[in-house]
């Protein structure tokens, strides 16, 4: 694992490599434009931005550490003087890479590093709409009603309008459910407080008098029907099966009686 372990050893010992950047550095703040392979130039990047931040401090601290890395005079005094104003208010990324391809023989991508010349123009920051704060809505007691945070995120969202609304939509057809129910009952006559008296009944004519002799009379064509129908059923009481099952065993009787005086006979005689 390479915990900790920034930049690349480029193939070279640590001296090699420190004069290599050193020299490369000065060329590059010389010059202001660069053509090596692309791993140096990515390097290269590194150490260049950060001696140009010294110098945008511009103290005498700053300038000694500069001058221990970079040895020329002409290019020290180029990086405070002229660079450091160029990138006075440019917060970072002070140089540019661009790749040209790859290089004849071996191959390996080449690039050109060059310090960055144009004018910094910061980006507007987009302002972003804030609502207008809604007043507080204080209780009757005077305390101040808080809202739940959930309601105000469904405030933000618009989920509660869409609610009203359908509130508003339920409340309306009820409301007009129960007009058409006002509107029927007013067209149904109302009942009457209470029926009016019925008028008197009239009394039926009395029945005319029945004179004593007729009622005698019927009285005796009645008791001569029931006398008539009196032997019928008496017949009709001893054809049914009730009254045959009561003569077999009557006969049955009779004719036990006998087998026992039989028997009784023949064992006095014995």
């Known amino acids: ?40 130039a990515k390097e290269l990047r590194r150490v260049a931005e950060k001696i140009i931040t010294l110098a945008k401090e511009g103290t005498l601290q700053k300038r000694r550490q500069a001058a221990a890395y970079i040895r020329d005079k002409e290019v020290l005094k180029k990086l405070f003087d002229e660079l450091a104003e160029r990138f006075k208010e440019r917060p970072g990324g002070y140089t540019r890479i661009t790749k040209l391809g790859f290089r004849r023989g071996d191959n390996t991508p080449i690039s ?57 939509e339920v409340l309306a057809a009820e409301a007009a459910v129960v007009a058409e129910t006002v509107e029927v009952a007013k067209e149904v006559p109302e009942p009457k407080a209470k029926a009016e008296e019925a008028p008197a009944v009239e009394s039926e004519p009395a029945a005319e008098s029945v004179p004593e002799e007729a009622a005698e009379e019927e009285k005796v064509e009645e008791i001569s029907a029931e006398t008539e129908e009196a032997p019928v059923a008496e017949e009709e009481t001893s054809d049914s099966p009730e009254a045959k099952a009561e003569e077999g065993s009557e006969e049955l009787a009779e004719d036990n009686t006998e087998a026992e005086e039989e028997k009784e006979t023949e064992k006095k005689e014995d």
């Open 112 to 168: 050109i590093i060059e310090l960055v010349e144009e004018e910094y123009k910061p980006k507007k920051k987009k302002k972003t709409k804030t609502a207008p704060k809604k007043p507080k809505a204080t209780a009757k007691d005077g305390s101040v009603k808080t809202k739940s945070s959930k309601k105000e995120s469904a405030e933000e969202l618009g989920l509660i309008e869409e609610q009203d609304k359908k509130t508003q």
């Open 1 to 40: 694992m390479r915990h900790k372990r920034i930049g690349r050893k480029l193939g070279v010992t640590t001296k090699h490599r420190k004069a290599m950047f050193r020299n490369m550095v000065t060329d590059l703040f010389r010059n202001e434009r660069l053509k090596t392979t692309d791993t140096r």
